[in-house]
């Protein structure tokens, strides 16, 4: 899945990216910071 195009200029395009994906799975996966 990709972010949308209004994030993909973002710079924090890989945190959000991220972070949708771990909305999208419930949080189920924990990563390490």
């Given amino acids: 899945m990709q ?3 209004l ?3 973002s710079p ?3 945190l959000i990216e ?3 994906e771990q909305e ?3 949080h189920d ?3 390490p910071e």
């Fill in 18 to 20: 991220e972070r949708i």
């Fill in 12 to 14: 924090y395009n890989d």
């Fill in 24 to 26: 999208l799975n419930g």
């Fill in 3 to 5: 972010a949308p195009s």
């Fill in 29 to 31: 996966k924990s990563t």
């Fill in 7 to 9: 994030f993909t200029t």
